[in-house]
């Protein structure tokens, strides 16, 4: 590594990181005045509102901001180093504009590396503490407002209920159908199931069983039992910002599941998976709009060029937003929206590289 590419990237990086925590501290102050209600509400000390909120908000802003963070770390860095003359001594010794490039992107590259094993694996991680805190003093009480809820549990097994009792863990109107191909071959039904937290099982309450084998019936009768389905109450409970607390691993597997229930919400899962693969890449594009915008010395000095690219990152990050609700409503393509973004804007890097003078 030469010593120009070292006092490029060493600013480069100490940009970028200065900008996270201002913005992240700026957007804790505005938070914490929003929620401080709610901490009194609960009587919460300092250290708990520290140590298991903020603590874990901080790198789940830090990486939600990393595209404009890292846009403006670059056209700081290179908006001053044009303001002093400095890109046009280097330009004029004879380095190219590409090579100028070089500790730019080996910087982004850094830093997408870091934002993946974030995103990955260790924000979630704090996330979970962060959402959980939310859940228990921000947040209203969750209650399962679902009605005639219908759930794959085995290949061809469908479980159904009426309504269900989150608080108590009770379900009503129980009924347990076996499906092969197109004919229903076997219904249970029972007027409650209960979760037994101890036994780790379903308790039913006396069931009548209906087995069809063609033209034949076969009613039965069951006493009260307990049993184990393939149903569980988590998958009752909350889903507020569920996917931000899944790991990588995490996540796939919870997609698999949804998929194999055939449920209706896996848009939203995909849509943070492939997000988390696109958010690195769209750094390393933003670091190069951010070099080509700002590497010639302007008018409207450092300000200037600073301004247009938070304008630029605000974009972005409307973009970004706006390609996620589409991909959550099921109008787009989750893989596509993820993607939109930085296919945009790798667009407009290679324009600006043909037209913009330098």
């Not at 959550?328 to 973004?341: E, H, R, S, T, Y």
């Amino acid at each position: 590594m030469k010593l120009l590419d070292k006092y490029i990237l060493k600013k480069f990086l100490t940009a970028f990181f200065f900008t996270v925590v201002v913005l992240v501290m700026v957007i804790c102050v505005i938070d914490f005045t929003e929620k401080n209600d709610d901490f009194l509400k609960h009587s919460l000390g300092v250290k708990q509102i520290m140590l298991e909120y903020y603590v874990n908000l901080f790198p789940y802003y830090a990486n939600l901001l990393s595209p404009i963070t890292v846009f403006i770390a670059v056209v700081f860095v290179t908006a001053q180093l044009a303001a002093r003359t400095e890109i046009v001594a280097i330009l004029a010794s004879g380095v190219s504009f590409k090579r100028l490039l070089v500790p730019y992107i080996m910087g982004s590259t850094i830093l997408a590396v870091i934002t993946m094993g974030l995103t990955g694996w260790v924000i979630p991680y704090a996330n979970k503490t962060r959402v959980d805190f939310e859940r228990k003093y921000v947040k209203n009480p969750y209650h399962f407002k679902g009605r005639n809820v219908h759930i794959k549990i085995g290949p061809k097994s469908y479980a159904y209920m009426e309504s269900y009792d989150n608080v108590n863990n009770v379900g009503y109107k129980f009924a347990l159908e076996t499906v092969e191909g197109t004919l229903l071959k076997r219904r249970m039904t029972a007027e409650a199931i209960s979760w037994d937290s101890t036994k780790r099982a379903w308790r039913l309450t006396p069931q009548l069983v209906r087995i069809i084998d063609g033209p034949k019936e076969k009613l039965l009768t069951l006493p009260q039992r307990d049993t184990t389905l393939n149903l569980y109450p988590k998958d009752f409970a909350s889903t507020y910002r569920l996917s931000e607390t899944l790991t990588l691993p995490e996540l796939n597997r919870y997609i698999q599941q949804k998929i194999d229930r055939g449920a209706a919400d896996t848009q939203i899962y995909l849509s943070d998976k492939y997000e988390r693969y696109a958010y690195p890449y769209a750094m390393f594009i933003l670091t190069i709009i951010g070099v080509i915008m700002s590497a010639r010395k302007s008018r409207a000095g450092v300000g200037g060029q600073i301004a247009l690219g938070f304008v630029l990152a605000f974009v972005f990050i409307i973009f970004v937003i706006l390609s996620r609700n589409f991909a959550q409503v099921g109008d787009l393509n989750p893989m596509l929206a993820a993607w939109i973004p930085s296919i945009v804007f790798t667009c407009i890097g290679l324009v600006l590289y043909r037209v913009v003078p330098r």
